[in-house]
């Protein structure tokens, strides 16, 4: 059996590169520790779901992304937009 394990944003040094300066604080609130996503995969191990999405939470936006795409592709059209304007303005 294969076992999926999903992290949505992990605390690694990928953060620490120059691209990310102007990444915007609340979107680092849900950063996850590689501890507590290293303990969903040893859960996983012992698992037999397809796949586990950590934090569980984040379950729920994907959901939404599936069953509303309509609804929910555009909100995160606009983020992605104004992220990659935030990060092309101060260049």
Request: charged share 20%.
């Amino acid at each position: 059996d294969v076992t999926v394990v999903s992290p949505i944003m992990v605390d690694t040094p990928l953060f620490d590169h120059p691209s990310f300066e102007n990444f915007s604080k609340r979107s680092t609130i849900a950063i996850l520790s590689p501890e507590k996503v290293a303990n969903a995969i040893l859960k996983a191990a012992n698992s037999s779901k397809l796949e586990i999405v950590v934090p569980s939470v984040a379950r729920a936006g994907i959901w939404a992304k599936h069953n509303f795409p309509f609804l929910i592709n555009p909100i995160i059209g606009n983020a992605f937009r104004k992220q990659l304007t935030k990060r092309t303005s101060k260049k």
